[in-house]
């Protein structure tokens, strides 16, 4: 279904993709106008690249995700996209607008790693293509971001890792929260100032009320961009959701899953899918703290979010930007409440607004997502801050990401063997081997 030669393209499709292709053009300036309104104008990361050699991007998988983060990498100084690979022409058409002119486009990923000028390489396909095009990518010399979940299977992803370590080219795996900086300041909070005290529970869920289909003008197409609900290329609701969430926790705790449970179901979508619309699971950490979470299509009022418990108090960190704390009764002042904004709690109580400007480390070269924090961070975005990172830091000057495959990896064994956990209606024991490359 993914290969190339399952696709002909006809006159009626070439004309409508070319139309196709100019609205994503006019659909690609506006969106690149209100980001222009959105960020600072000058940072010390733009103006020191600019006077750097130009980065050659190829760009693999330009559908709604590989859009999302194409739309942002076009816009860092010193970022050249060179090459646009994928087998859906309006995807393609898209991407290549995007990249600007000195973009070639490819339906043949093996033929954009054949080329010499190309320093790294973006792979935003589905999940099931992730693992042959990341071995095919770093062999071929090249550094790699790769989306979420890393692999389709462990071994997959474990085999990830140890070509990145026989090739010496790094893997940037694409969980971004690593690179936000209200994570970064809720994870100081947390750990550092132990605002919330001993860590007893966490909560995360991820609520939707929709199908998780797209429309399909094409049936043969169906499967090419509804594949996440498909098992045979997707791993559901735990790779494409819960991964981002749990590697939240692993990060937080640093620590990773002592065992895990769950069940779920088809229960409100009969539509033809074979993935599950609701999943249920709970996780065990050490020192007994357990992690429950949540993720359904069928009602939305709760969003996502992460919910942080400890004896002292309780994090939230909403719709992945907005933070806030709730103190215990019992628990001590810490001396800055009065200055903080205020937020409305469940049962009438009252919270603490996070803000990441007024950190004790913002100015002071603490790091946050990899890179020093500095005025105009906090307006970003973490897809932003992610890609920066890669570019500056990865490419550039070499250096480790800081979610790199060995992070993406414990993610992705966390989620898929809850899977497995559902699938086979068990507890699975995680051993620390498990965890290892």
């Known amino acids: 279904m993914f290969k190339d030669k399952h696709i002909q393209i006809s006159r009626r499709e070439f004309l409508r993709d070319s139309a196709w292709a100019a609205a994503a053009a006019a659909f690609a300036t506006a969106f690149q106008e209100r980001l222009d309104a959105q960020q600072p104008k000058t940072s010390s990361t733009s103006q020191s690249a600019r006077n750097l050699p130009p980065v050659n991007i190829g760009f693999i998988g330009t559908g709604t995700q590989g859009q ?15 090459a646009v690979c994928d087998v859906y022409p309006p995807h393609l058409s898209r991407g290549v607008n995007m990249a600007g002119a000195q973009a070639m486009s490819y339906r043949d990923y093996r033929r954009l790693l054949e080329r010499k000028d190309i320093d790294a390489v973006i792979i935003a396909t589905p999940l099931h293509l992730h693992a042959q095009m990341t071995i095919d990518a770093l062999q071929a010399g090249k550094h790699v971001f790769c989306e979420k979940t890393m692999a389709y299977s ?7 890792v140890q070509v990145s370590r026989q090739t010496g080219k790094h893997l940037q795996i694409g969980h971004q929260r690593h690179y936000s900086p209200m ?9 550092e100032q132990e605002v919330i005290g001993k860590l007893v529970h966490v909560r995360a869920w991820w609520h939707r009320n929709n199908s998780w289909r797209r429309p399909v003008r094409d049936k043969q197409y169906e499967e090419l961009l509804n594949w996440r609900l498909y098992s045979k290329y997707s791993q559901g609701l735990m790779a494409e959701l819960a991964s981002h969430q749990i590697d939240v926790v692993n990060w937080f705790t640093d620590a990773t899953p002592i065992s895990v449970m769950g069940m779920g179901g088809i229960d ?19 020192n007994g703290v357990k992690v429950v979470y949540t993720s359904i299509l069928a009602n ?17 960190l909403t719709n992945e930007k907005d933070g806030f704390l709730f103190l215990e009764p019992t628990a001590e002042e810490l001396g800055w409440e009065e200055h903080a904004k205020k937020a409305a709690g469940k049962g009438g109580t009252t919270g603490l607004v996070l803000d990441v400007t007024a950190t004790k480390k ?3 070269g603490a790091v946050i997502g990899g890179r020093k924090m500095e005025a105009g961070y906090e307006t970003k975005d973490a897809y932003v801050l992610e890609l920066e990172s890669f570019v500056n830091d990865v490419v550039r000057n070499g250096q480790k990401p800081v979610c790199d495959a ?7 064994v966390a989620v898929l063997m809850a899977n497995k956990a559902i699938e086979e209606g068990t507890k699975i024991t995680f051993t620390p081997e498990m965890f290892t490359v």
């Open 68 to 82: 999302t983060l194409l739309q942002r990498l076009v816009r860092i100084p010193g970022v050249r996209v060179v």
């Open 154 to 160: 462990v071994e997959e992803a474990r085999r990830m």
């Open 183 to 191: 994570y970064a300041h809720t994870r100081e909070m947390m750990v």
């Open 268 to 286: 409100y979508w009969k539509d033809g899918r074979d993935v599950w619309d609701n999943v249920e699971v709970i996780y065990e950490y050490p």
């Open 300 to 316: 939305q009022y709760d969003g996502y979010a992460e919910q942080f418990m400890g004896d002292k108090g309780t994090l939230l």
């Open 362 to 364: 913002k100015g002071t």
């Open 406 to 412: 060995e992070v993406g990896y414990k993610a992705a």
